[in-house]
């Protein structure tokens, strides 16, 4: 089986994946030599996947090839959708409970990558959203509310830097997660313990 990472601008992603071929996007929707191929397995790790951008064009045309694009064209869908949002915690309000309470924050983010997220304490959660939401990259903003259901604190935390591939250390590293903890380990240096302190 052909994996394919398809990405905006192969620059974005410095990394070497035995197995692995990185595609720019524009050259997945484009180029003849990915039209046949229906074992390929394309991870569609577009900086979007809004209506009409290449990520949303790189699932629709993974799907019509019979390439089983991750994510999928309905899970973009859902990823849009704010009732699938307010289903999900229903069906999941338990395990964030017990998974977030020890943190006690008001709002916290997420990255979870291929249902991992580089913190074993949240694995499970993780693990769990990826389940529902089947995208490669997810960011989960999780948000306090009073026993009224008005919001406390809220506040989304975005990927800003990239780079961290580069500062994440020895590629000899077995550590198969190294790059996914480093970025954790550099976001909540950078904007949760800072907010921690504040309280």
């Given at each position: 089986m052909n994996l394919l990472f398809v990405v905006n601008n192969p620059k974005?992603?410095?990394?070497?994946?035995?197995?692995?071929?990185?595609?720019?996007?524009?050259?997945?929707l484009t180029d003849a030599q990915?039209?046949?191929?229906?074992?390929?397995?394309?991870?569609?790790?577009?900086?979007?996947?809004?209506?009409?951008?290449?990520?949303?064009?790189?699932?629709?045309?993974?799907?019509?090839?019979?390439?089983?694009?991750?994510?999928?064209?309905?899970?973009?869908?859902?990823?849009?959708?704010?009732?699938?949002?307010?289903?999900?915690?229903?069906?999941?309000?338990?395990?964030?409970?017990?998974?977030?309470?020890?943190?006690?924050?008001?709002?916290?983010?997420?990255?979870?990558?291929?249902?991992r997220c580089g913190d074993s304490a949240y694995d499970t959660l993780a693990w769990n959203l990826f389940g529902i939401f089947e995208t490669p990259l997810l960011r989960a903003d999780f948000v306090l509310r009073d026993a009224d259901g008005t919001v406390i604190a809220e506040g989304p935390r975005e990927l800003r830097d990239m780079g961290f591939l580069n500062r994440a250390g020895s590629a000899m590293n077995s550590d198969?997660?190294?790059y996914e903890k480093q970025l954790i380990d550099d976001w909540l240096r950078r904007d949760l313990r800072p907010a921690i302190a504040q309280r």
């Open positions: 974005d992603w410095p990394l070497e994946i035995p197995g692995v071929t990185v595609v720019p996007a524009r050259s997945y990915y039209f046949e191929d229906r074992s390929a397995k394309v991870f569609n790790l577009c900086r979007s996947y809004k209506y009409q951008s290449a990520g949303y064009y790189v699932s629709l045309l993974a799907a019509a090839r019979g390439q089983h694009p991750l994510p999928s064209l309905s899970t973009i869908q859902d990823l849009r959708s704010p009732g699938v949002a307010r289903l999900l915690s229903e069906d999941l309000e338990e395990l964030m409970q017990r998974t977030l309470k020890p943190l006690q924050v008001a709002e916290f983010s997420m990255n979870i990558f291929f249902g198969a997660l190294r």
